[in-house]
């Protein structure tokens, strides 16, 4: 599972990452958030295409997820791409979606969390509505996309023994708290950021330190320079479904 893709250069070292861990066999499955993968806000179909073409299996959102213009009468077009299941019935796009690994079937979900973040609906209502469609005894993968650390330990633990893992997203900033749940749930608090290592979340640190001591506004551009992928391996049991490990991965420009 891949944490928020920023811009050129989080789809640049996505594409190579991705393809060296599918090619060795080292990952089954990759679930990549592409949230910010057009320009810093949104995607495309193209783009989504690309991410497909180097191996990922599903694409989750979060926030940012309309940040590209007419991206809501497309959404519907691409079963592997899924939006937040808590947005408001009638919403275009899927929060949730089934999937098939090299070797296992298995589900993802995608979640928004609601403190200090724009309001949806409830995020516990509506993952207890999903699993409740998703078929019996295939493992689900959840995508939290949420600012607070609190509101996504407490889903870790409202989910823990009812999926294989809670990561969230969101943040950009990689948590060092990977761990499996007392009943198998593998959780992290944020899988961390895919975009230009030098940065503020992504963005050029520039105009970002001019909006922080003047106030005055300004236009924050995707960064430039060598990226980081961030992300972690959950390794997870064939014949119950469950979580066996969970650890964080990092890889920098260039990707040997
Ligand atoms: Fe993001
Ligand atoms: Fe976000």
Same mark, same amino acid.
């Given at each position: @599972? ?47 295409? &690309? ?12 926030? /940012?997820?309309?940040?590209? !213009? ?10 592997? +791409? ?10 275009? $796009? ?8 090299? =070797? @296992? ?8 969390? !609601?403190?200090? @973040?724009?309001?949806?609906?409830? #995020? ?5 509505? =999903?699993?409740?469609? +998703? ?7 959840? &995508? ?23 990561? $969230? ?20 608090? &944020?899988?961390? @950021? %895919?975009? #230009? ?7 050029? /640190? ?9 106030? +005055?506004?300004?236009?924050?551009? *995707?960064?430039?320079?060598?990226? *980081?992928?961030?992300?972690?391996? =959950?390794?997870?049991? !064939?014949? %119950? ?6 650890? %964080? ?8």
């Amino acid at each position: @599972m891949v944490g928020d893709v920023v811009g050129k250069p989080g789809r640049r070292i996505f594409a190579s990452v991705a393809r060296k861990l599918r090619d060795s066999n080292e990952v089954h499955a990759i679930v990549v958030n592409g949230e910010n993968a057009a320009a810093g806000s949104g995607i495309t179909l193209a783009l989504a295409e &690309d991410f497909f073409a180097a191996g990922a299996d599903v694409i989750t959102l979060g926030d /940012h997820t309309w940040g590209q !213009r007419d991206f809501e009468g497309q959404i519907n077009s691409e079963r592997r +791409i899924i939006r937040p299941a808590n947005y408001a019935s009638g919403v275009p $796009g899927r929060g949730w979606v089934l999937a098939q690994s090299a =070797v @296992m079937p298995f589900a993802v979900v995608n979640l928004q969390g !609601r403190v200090f @973040m724009n309001p949806v609906d409830c #995020p516990f209502r509506a993952v207890d509505a =999903v699993l409740r469609e +998703i078929p019996c005894g295939v493992p689900v993968l959840v &995508d939290f996309h949420a600012e607070a650390t609190s509101e996504k330990i407490a889903m870790g633990l409202y989910l823990d023994g009812r999926v294989a893992a809670v990561v $969230g997203t969101h943040t950009h900033v990689q948590t060092s708290d990977a761990k499996l749940l007392p009943n198998g749930t593998a959780y992290l608090t &944020d899988l961390g @950021m %895919t975009g #230009p290592e030098l940065s503020v979340l992504g963005r050029d /640190h520039r105009p970002v330190l001019k909006k922080f001591t003047t106030g +005055i506004p300004a236009r924050f551009e *995707v960064a430039e320079g060598p990226a *980081v992928l961030e992300g972690a391996i =959950v390794d997870i049991n !064939r014949e %119950t479904g469950k979580a066996v490990s969970i650890r %964080t991965v990092r890889y920098r420009e260039p990707v040997e």
